[in-house]
């Protein structure tokens, strides 16, 4: 064999495994730790309502802020434990959003049980928005904020509606 046709499969070698690496790195979950600092201030994600109509999250209350994807069977849990418990939640805004297309979004509010009087915000988030503010998320994620915007609580994984309801400010 050719010393150059050695040298060459080599190079791609190393070159295959540095590619590897930075995959493998840029698609990692952000750390407790740095997740904390990203989001302890409320991010203007870029938020649209079912109708596709551009919305923002309003300080002034507190914010229960939860990412979500409708496959998911922990987000699922979640939510019906959320359901169950709604009135833990009734002193301040709970906003569910997911970066799925708008139509399963849409299929998933009429699915889950939800009613206006649960004053249940769904809205999807475009994924930019989501890794540009927060990194990559764990899912179900969830964020406290205090009426001023300052993060107060952050669960990731399944929580109890009662944990999340106790750090919730009055």
Request: with cysteine; aromatic share 8%; hydrophobic share 45%.
């Amino acid at each position: 064999m050719p010393k150059r046709f050695i040298l060459v499969i080599l190079f791609l070698g190393v070159l295959l495994v540095g590619a590897l690496q930075l995959f493998i790195w840029l698609n990692r979950s952000t750390s407790a730790d740095e997740l904390r600092v990203r989001a302890r201030q409320l991010p203007d994600l870029e938020l649209t309502d079912l109708q596709g109509n551009r919305v923002s999250l309003e300080t002034g209350t507190p914010l229960v802020l939860i990412y979500f994807n409708s496959e998911c069977d922990h987000c699922q849990r979640e939510i019906e434990a959320l359901k169950k418990d709604i009135q833990l939640f009734r002193r301040c805004s709970l906003v569910l959003m997911s970066s799925q297309p708008l139509p399963e979004i849409i299929s998933f509010v009429a699915a889950s049980g939800f009613k206006p009087a649960d004053s249940v915000a769904v809205v999807h988030v475009s994924y930019e928005s989501i890794a540009t503010s927060f990194g990559q998320l764990t899912l179900p994620q969830i964020f406290v904020y205090s009426r001023e915007g300052k993060l107060v609580g952050l669960f990731s994984g399944e929580t109890n509606p009662a944990q999340i309801a106790e750090v919730i400010p009055e």
